[in-house]
């Protein structure tokens, strides 16, 4: 059963009124998952409408074929009301509540005073411990920059965090939902739909941008974006095997797979939001929530710097400036993972989330389970 978490948001009761005006009409039942989700309802409850935001993946199809979008009296605006919701569940789902609440408008702000406290902690432990304290910084050597030992006990607390509280935070988001026990088939569809952006498609001819004119841009920047990142993730967790299983330790050869995973995902962690950046200070402002632009800016700016000084560690490690460019990779990167829970990171694990109970829904035929 939905675990209700009452709260009061004008975002809620919009989203309502807009959803009882859709399932009336029925215009873009085609479109994407949304709409038939939203035709199993009679009522909108906030974990209906909660579910049905993250279900959107913003394609912005629906407001260019929608007869009561605005100018119209009617005012519908879907993929606006969905966005702006949608960053809403952000917060309201957050772990530890609290922090939740302080961190879940996260902005530049906020990443830059935690991207220097690192930043000051790192500078404290390499002059106490490691190479900043000598006469000559040693060069290609990452944990004569840091000891090994320091690096690994903050990532593992810093990303143990993360992890823990973005487990939290989605365990809470499936229980308001009303998540109940998927089939592995339906976890099977939701993952394929998933990582082939199966709904940003428009219902088939595209994603709306600037104007009505549909193209697969945000798709393509989306998955350069998400691939790129995992593919990091595969260089840094072979390189900990490699190191903890094998003692074959950092820094590696250019032809070493570690790199070429690196390089490849830095690549697309490169391009991809450079991509999403330059179509979203394009799209038209209807398609967005205007209170998530600078959420989703900051988010897009951690994920370029940690691209970028991921490639200048890479380009300038055998140099005397590699020391202080490895800090501030670090700085960057530990920033991210502490802000993980908070920031547009968990729209992806909310997202499917929702797509695991809308492929249960459509196999049971009811709403919920």
Not at 34 to 40: D, K, L, N, S, T
Not at 311 to 336: D, E, K, N, Q, Y
Request: hydrophobic share 45%; charged share 15%.
């Amino acid at each position: 059963m939905p675990i209700e978490v009452p709260r009061e948001s004008s975002l809620l009761v919009e989203a309502d009124r807009i959803m009882t005006i859709c399932n009336a009409c029925r215009y873009c039942e085609g479109l994407c998952a949304v709409f038939p989700a939203m035709e199993r309802r009679r009522v909108f409850d906030s974990a209906d409408l909660d579910f049905l935001a993250n279900l959107c993946h913003n394609c912005g199809a629906c407001l260019y074929d929608c007869q009561y979008a605005p100018p119209h009296q009617f005012n519908v605006g879907v993929p606006s009301t969905l966005a702006g919701l949608r960053a809403e569940t952000w917060t309201q789902y957050a772990w530890p509540p609290k922090l939740g609440r302080v961190l879940g408008h996260s902005g530049p702000a906020t990443a830059a005073l935690l991207i220097v406290s690192f930043l000051v902690m790192l500078v404290l432990v390499a002059v106490t411990g490691g190479s900043l304290s000598q006469p000559e910084p040693a060069r290609g050597a990452f944990y004569a920059v840091l000891p090994h030992s320091a690096i690994v006990v903050t990532y593992l607390l810093v990303f143990g965090y993360g992890a823990l509280a973005l487990a939290m935070s989605i365990r809470n988001y499936w229980r308001a939902i009303g998540g109940g026990r998927p089939q592995i088939g339906e976890i099977s569809r939701a993952l394929k739909s998933a990582h082939t952006l199966e709904y940003l498609d428009g219902g088939g001819v595209g994603c709306m941008n600037e104007d009505d004119t549909p193209n697969d841009n945000r798709r393509i920047y989306h998955h350069l974006t998400y691939y790129g990142f995992a593919l990091c993730l595969v260089a840094t967790t072979l390189a900990a095997i490699l190191e903890s299983a094998f003692g074959d330790i950092a820094p590696y050869p250019l032809w070493h797979p570690v790199v070429i995973f690196g390089v490849l995902g830095g690549i697309g962690l490169s391009a991809g939001p450079v991509g999403l950046l330059k179509a979203k200070v394009r799209r038209d402002p209807q398609l967005g929530d205007p209170g998530a632009r600078t959420l989703e800016m900051t988010f897009l700016g951690l994920l370029m710097g940690m691209a970028l000084t991921g490639f200048l560690t890479l380009v300038l490690r055998t140099t005397a400036a590699m020391p202080i460019v490895f800090i501030v990779h670090l700085g960057v990167v530990l920033t991210f993972a502490a802000l993980m829970p908070y920031s547009k990171f968990v729209h992806g694990a909310y997202r499917l989330a929702a797509l695991v109970h809308e492929h249960h829904e459509r196999e049971a035929g009811t709403k919920g389970p």
